[in-house]
T-cell receptor, first 118, second 119 residues
Framework: GAGVSQSPSNKVTEKGKDVELRCDPISGHTALYWYRQSLGQGLEFLIYFQGNSAPDKSGLPSDRFSAERTGGSVSTLTIQRTQQEDSAVYLC????????????????FGPGTRLTVL | AQTVTQSQPEMSVQEAETVTLSCTYDTSESNYYLFWYKQPPSRQMILVIRQEAYKQQNATENRFSVNFQKAAKSFSLKISDSQLGDTAMYFCAFGRSNAGGTSYGKLTFGQGTILTVHP
């Protein structure tokens, strides 16, 4: 597709359940990012994948959160034993990566997944 | 660590008028980029404008321009001839760059400013 896609668009789950959120980056983009946006707040960095390098996990808020990126393309963010404070919009972005042809590695965002934990 | 502060939670402007959104940041980095993103109710984040910190000239993109004051660590966004479609939440963001001047890695965002354009 032309842009970053995310699924599902909305997810409602019960406290304690596990959820998986999916991100399909723009084809050819080597960098992929996950951010979290709580209601009315700015974006909070979660994790960053760049090519085959070890991911930057410094933003993950707890060990209940994990992410993987298979084959350098699709990424899945998993939240185990969800809590009500996990309710937020989860945004994925991708970029060409620092080896791209432009000096500014612009991040292109998907439409997000709105997660509601009851 | 970097911090980005947007001190205006909400702003409003009449159609066709000009509005300025404020942003300040704090960093010890010498190489970095600054961005303004727009988020309409659709949730889609859209890049509005970007500024390389090593450039003294302020970036412009059609009706959008910035006032970048590096010493003051200030990066404001001016929207001229405001249109109804400009109604959105606007985020200021900071990104690092490597020694070669290429931006990379995570962005640090401000809390956002909700802009409403009135007819």
């Amino acid at each position: 597709g032309a842009g970053v896609s995310q699924s599902p668009s909305n997810k409602v789950t019960e406290k304690g359940k596990d959820v998986e959120l999916r991100c399909d980056p723009i084809s050819g983009h080597t960098a992929l990012y996950w951010y979290r946006q709580s209601l009315g707040q700015g974006l909070e960095f979660l994790i960053y994948f760049q090519g085959n390098s070890a991911p930057d996990k410094s933003g993950l808020p707890s060990d209940r959160f994990s992410a993987e990126r298979t084959g350098g393309s699709v990424s899945t963010l998993t939240i185990q034993r969800t809590q009500q404070e996990d309710s937020a919009v989860y945004l994925c972005a991708s970029s060409l990566g620092p080896g791209g042809v432009t000096s500014t590695d612009t991040q292109y965002f998907g439409p997000g997944t709105r997660l509601t934990v009851l | 660590a970097q911090t980005v502060t947007q001190s205006q939670p909400e702003m409003s402007v009449q159609e066709a008028e000009t509005v300025t959104l404020s942003c300040t940041y704090d960093t010890s980095e010498s190489n970095y980029y600054l961005f303004w993103y727009k988020q309409p109710p659709s949730r889609q984040m859209i890049l509005v404008i970007r500024q390389e910190a090593y450039k003294q000239q302020n970036a412009t993109e059609n009706r959008f321009s910035v006032n970048f004051q590096k010493a003051a660590k200030s990066f404001s966004l001016k929207i001229s001839d405001s249109q109804l479609g400009d109604t959105a939440m606007y985020f200021c963001a900071f990104g690092r760059s490597n020694a070669g001047g290429t931006s990379y890695g995570k962005l640090t965002f401000g809390q956002g400013t909700i802009l409403t354009v009135h007819p």
